[in-house]
């Protein structure tokens, strides 16, 4: 199968459309609560049966799904995306509000006033995040204050006996729910939904009988928003039994096209393609790998941008830092309000990221390429 062909197999419209790993696929992702840390499990469960649908081994190390597709040629490939989203959790009740601590990067002024959903042992508690009006607060109130963390209290808005049962641990779930726009995919699940998606579109491709592809291993991780801990757990055991030649670590990023951004230390990252990254705040990757992505993103004329920064970082920290870890590079779906509920992604950067994973995997001599620097 050439890029060509798959170009003509698989265009934008046919991933949004209703097929199998269309957009009902990616709403459900999307939908699904992730809280980091104490919530990816109902994803995972719902990823087992998909996976066994598509003729992957699929197993569980530690806490992490590991899924794998055995190839037919040389060579393997791991494949890191997270599977947990940024949340809160209930550390304290009284006085009639319950406060949250963070599960995950959350800036306080963009988490007030969300509805959210509190998920106790005994069923779900509608809630909001309050806010003291500036005009309480008595004269010349703080209304020029920033919003911190220990500000954050949530009202829970459920019957008596929904919000006696609202427990310390409890994840509070930003409410956020999948939307489409033209161009647009919509939902804070994005960061990274739509890796896992774009990793299901991945693996669905292998069913194509003409196709060529290395042996791909997934790791569905968790715990990355709190400090990629679940790859940190999962990278050894993944590592012994299946000896991966290299990694991707497939995540969203934040687009630098907004107002007030310093793009000499955030780098020039738009929205109409993937971001290819030589190093971020975690990780430093792969210099040859990383020039070789570049390179193929160039020859397939799919728009990109190469990203140096000193913010941000994924799952790519332990895959380059544990014990045994892998040459890496990261390739990532530039988003706009990452961590918020408006977090927004292009319809066309999703593709795009996806097309250039496939073009890297499943034309021959563009994997045998990869595979060769990665082996020298
Ligand atoms: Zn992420």
């Known amino acids: 199968m050439n890029i060509a062909d798959m170009l003509q197999l698989k265009s934008s419209e046919a991933f949004f459309g209703d097929g199998r790993f269309g957009v009902r696929l990616l709403e459900e992702i999307l939908n699904t609560p992730t809280v980091s840390g104490i919530q990816e499990r109902l994803l995972i469960e ?53 406060h949250v601590m963070p599960m995950g990067g959350i800036t306080p002024s963009a988490a007030v006033t969300n509805y959210v959903t509190i998920h106790t042992r005994n069923g779900q508690v509608p809630g909001i995040i309050g806010y003291t009006p500036p005009h309480l607060k008595g004269s010349g109130g703080d209304d020029k204050k920033a919003v911190e963390q220990g500000d954050l209290f949530v009202i829970p808005q459920g019957t008596d ?75 050894p055991g993944i590592i012994q039994k299946y ?64 990203r140096m920064t000193q913010f ?30 408006s977090a927004s992604v292009k319809k066309k950067a999703t593709y795009l990221t996806l097309l250039l994973l496939a073009g890297l995997l499943f034309h021959k001599e563009t994997w045998l390429g990869f595979y060769g620097i990665a082996t020298s």
């Open 161 to 235: 006996e929904q919000n006696n049962a609202i427990g310390v641990g409890d994840p509070v779930e930003i409410v956020s729910p999948f939307s489409l726009t033209d161009t647009w995919i919509r939902g804070l699940g994005v960061d990274d939904g739509i890796g896992v998606w774009q990793v299901l579109n991945l693996l669905a491709m292998t069913a194509d009988s003409t196709a060529t592809y290395p042996t791909i291993i997934v790791s569905f991780s968790t715990q990355e928003e709190v400090g990629a801990h679940g790859t940190e757990r999962v990278l």
């Open 243 to 306: 000896e991966p030649d290299i990694a991707i670590v497939l995540d969203c990023t934040s687009s630098t096209a907004i107002p007030g951004v310093k793009k000499e230390l955030a780098g020039d990252i738009g929205l109409d393609g993937p971001a290819i990254t030589f190093r971020d705040h975690g990780t430093v990757y792969d210099r040859q790998l990383t020039d070789f992505v570049l390179c193929v993103a160039r020859q397939l004329g799919i728009r990109h941008y190469p």
């Open 46 to 98: 719902k990823l087992r049966s998909i996976l066994a649908g598509l003729g992957c081994k699929n197993e569980m190390i530690g806490d992490c799904l590991v899924a794998v597709k055995e190839g037919n040629q040389d060579g393997s490939v791991l494949i890191d995306v997270h599977v947990d989203t940024v949340g809160f959790a209930v550390n304290h009740i009284g006085d009639g509000v319950v």
């Open 312 to 341: 941000g970082g994924t799952d790519g920290m332990k895959l380059t830092q544990v014990a045994g870890g892998r040459r890496t590079v990261s390739i990532s779906t530039p988003s706009l309000n990452i961590h918020s509920m």
